[in-house]
């Protein structure tokens, strides 16, 4: 979908649809009004009629209104004066949108910036509405033999500011949210495929094709530098699968030379059936989103290079599969990590932290400013958190609040769960240096407890992405998340330098 940026009245716009917002007392935003106004009271009395309520996310098509100069006008229901906050605004727009997706128009002026949404700035409304928008557009229809050519696909969306003077900002929030939802795009993309087709070795082109044409670099590892590595647990899950493992190794060398690089890890199991300790078959095959850590890392590289933002990221993805197999690891046996530590494997299903902690101690060569870690990790954070949140975990508060505070003015919520020593001693081993997993209590924290052994030497944040990475049932589809959490977390950085 294409974006542009205008300041002009709603009633002087020659296109498809102009979008306008009302409140449910029947008042009218400004462009609202200034519709009814040029259309001799056409929507005031419609509205007075009650055709049209003003309900959060109610949507009503007018046509041919009068004096105007568009083909039609598109009313959104804001809901309560008082209760337009960010999720409000978010919904309206998704509305919006998938209304003028189910009309014939393939273009419309959006006028939805005018309402005010408390605490938040025009920038943060442009940058919304072009995320929103592109989420609520987003079908993956890659693997279906024909596509629907009946639909007339909204194409473009022309967004407003209220002044002329509001224009470059407008413009530049415009950009940024059109590169943030690019990379939320490449990472629900990536996700959605099955892992049939998204293989390791899928997700290594992946990268490779992002550097071409970007300022990037991308570096694969295989399986014999892996092993010349160490990294005895990564390579311990690979082994039960015949697609061979890769460590995929991302620059983004925007920043000044020297300057210590953020480093994002992110955990690339293309399909997790469990391995010995097998999973159930309900649902498993929902076990292809275990990249979605991948994906996210891919989605931010996407943005970045787009941004051109200021800054050095380096980001790793080790990525494998996590089978049954005459050669896969089972419960009981011990391997040793690149880190030199012995780690004691009790259940093959908990591989997500077997593979991230050789990335991890992988990591401490970039001589990080920080590390953040993204996975899939545990099903107790979706016990925990449900869908709404993605789990925070860090062994430095400064930084878990800046990924806080980037996941509030995001609308990529995460909140933080407790990394006290107490829950270290749920790992210990009778034969090893740990065990991999902590029972059932706190499986959340124990995980994470887990990955901090090997993420001593540098600030390390760790985001559970199970709840949020995708969702279930009817509207099955990954998220994109925290794709925008994590540019924000990024901006943010670049703003405080
Ligand atoms: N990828 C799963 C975590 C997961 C499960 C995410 C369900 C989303 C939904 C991970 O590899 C896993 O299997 N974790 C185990 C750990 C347990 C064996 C300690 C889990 O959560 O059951
Ligand atoms: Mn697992
Ligand atoms: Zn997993």
């Known amino acids: 979908m294409e974006f542009s940026i205008k300041s002009g009245s709603p009633e002087k716009q020659r296109t498809a649809c102009v979008v306008v917002g009302v409140f449910e007392n029947r008042k009218q935003t400004l462009p609202c009004e200034l519709m009814d106004r040029t259309s001799g009271s056409y929507i005031s009395d419609i509205l007075r009629r009650g055709d049209m309520d003003g309900k959060l996310g109610s949507t009503l098509i007018l046509h041919n209104v009068p004096n105007t100069l568009c083909d039609r006008v598109l009313l959104v229901g804001l809901g309560k004066e008082r209760d337009f906050k960010d999720k409000a605004f978010r919904q309206v727009v998704a509305s919006a949108v ?9 273009e419309a002026a959006i006028y939805l910036t005018e309402a005010p949404v408390k605490r938040r700035e025009m920038e943060w409304k442009i940058e919304q509405t072009v995320t929103v928008a592109m989420e609520s557009v987003y079908r993956f229809e890659q693997m279906k033999s024909k596509q629907d050519e009946s639909r007339r696909p909204l194409r473009k ?12 900002q407008g413009e530049a929030a415009m950009a940024r949210g059109m590169a943030i939802a690019e990379g939320v795009s490449l990472a629900k993309n990536l996700a959605n495929l099955p892992g049939n087709i998204c293989t390791p070795a899928y997700l290594a082109e992946q990268a490779q094709a992002l550097a071409v044409g ?15 590595l160490k990294m005895g647990s990564f390579l311990s899950v690979a082994k039960g699968s015949r697609q061979p493992p890769k460590l995929i190794v ?6 000044p030379k020297g300057q210590k690089p953020v480093v994002l890890v992110g955990k690339g199991i293309t399909f997790d059936a469990g391995g010995i300790s097998l999973k159930p078959a309900a649902e498993m095959d929902e076990m292809k989103y275990d990249m979605c850590g991948a994906a996210s890392v891919l989605g931010v590289f996407k943005a970045l290079a787009q941004l051109e933002l200021p800054i050095n990221v380096v980001g790793i993805i080790p990525a494998c599969e996590n089978l049954p197999d005459g050669n896969a690891n089972k419960p009981g046996d011990i391997v040793t990590s690149m880190s030199g530590q012995t780690i004691e494997i009790l259940n093959t299903d908990a591989e997500g932290r077997l593979i991230l902690c050789d990335a991890l101690t992988y990591a401490s060569r970039f001589e990080p400013a920080a590390v953040v870690d993204i996975a899939t990790l545990t099903g107790a954070c979706v016990i925990a958190l449900g869908h709404q949140a993605s789990g925070l975990l860090s062994n430095h508060d400064a930084l878990a609040r800046e990924l806080l505070h980037a996941g509030d003015e995001t609308c990529d919520r995460a909140w933080q769960l407790p990394l006290w020593d107490e829950y270290q001693e749920q790992l210990k081993s009778n034969f090893a240096d740990m065990a991999n997993i902590g029972g059932r209590a706190g499986g959340t924290i124990t995980a994470a407890c887990f990955l901090s052994k090997f993420a001593k030497d540098y600030d390390w944040a760790h985001l559970d992405i199970a709840g949020t990475a995708w969702k279930s049932g009817k509207d099955k589809g990954a998220t994109g998340r925290p794709v925008h959490l994590l540019v924000q977390f990024l901006m943010g950085r670049v703003q405080k330098s």
Request: charged residues 25%; without cysteine; aromatic residues 0%.
């Open 214 to 228: 970007n300022k990037l670099r991308v570096e694969v590892l295989e399986q014999a530098q892996l092993e010349a």
């Open 157 to 168: 969306l022309v967004l407003n500011v209220t002044r002329r003077n509001e224009l470059a």
């Open 250 to 255: 991302l620059e983004h060398a925007g920043g």
């Open 98 to 106: 998938k209304a003028l997706d189910s009309t014939g128009a393939t």
